[in-house]
C-alpha cells in the first residue's frame, strides 16, 4: 500500500511561485496516475493536475493552466506541483492522490482518486 505525503506549503506572496512536493513510500508509485487536488474550508475537493506514470501526459485545471506544472521523478517516487503568479484565490490545502485502475485517464473527479496525503496548506498574502 502506497501513502502519500505532502510538503512544501507555507506563505507566499500573490505574484510568486511555490513548489509542493508529495512523497509516496511504503511501495512505488511509479506505475500510477497522480493528482492534486485542493480544497478550502466549506467547498469541495477541487482537481488542479494530473500526471502519467512515464510522466509525459499531464493535465490541467483550465483555472491553473498556464501557471501550473507538474512533474515527477519516480526514481525519487516523488511528484511536484509548481505554481507560478499566484493568486489570492489559489489559497487552499492541497492534497495529491492516487488514481483508481479503470477510471478514465484525464479524470478530474476526485472520487476517481484514493490514498489521499494529509494535504500541506498554501496561504496567499497580498
Known amino acids: 500500500q502506497v501513502q502519500l505525503v505532502e510538503s512544501g506549503g507555507g506563505l507566499v506572496q500573490a505574484g510568486g511561485s511555490l513548489k509542493l512536493t508529495c512523497a509516496a513510500s511504503g511501495r512505488s508509485f511509479g506505475n500510477y496516475v497522480v493528482g492534486w487536488f485542493r480544497q478550502v474550508p466549506g467547498k469541495e475537493r477541487e482537481f488542479v493536475a494530473g500526471i502519467r506514470w512515464s510522466g509525459a501526459y499531464t493535465y490541467y485545471a483550465d483555472s491553473v493552466k498556464g501557471r501550473v506544472t507538474v512533474s515527477r521523478d519516480n526514481a525519487k517516487n516523488t511528484v511536484y506541483l509548481r505554481m507560478n503568479k499566484v493568486k489570492p484565490e489559489d489559497p487552499a490545502v492541497y492534497y495529491c492522490?492516487?488514481?483508481?485502475?479503470?477510471?478514465?485517464?484525464?479524470?478530474?473527479?476526485?472520487?476517481?482518486?484514493?490514498?489521499w496525503g494529509q494535504g500541506t496548506q498554501v496561504t496567499v498574502s497580498s
Open positions: 492522490a492516487v488514481k483508481f485502475r479503470n477510471t478514465p485517464i484525464a479524470t478530474t473527479r476526485s472520487a476517481d482518486y484514493g490514498t
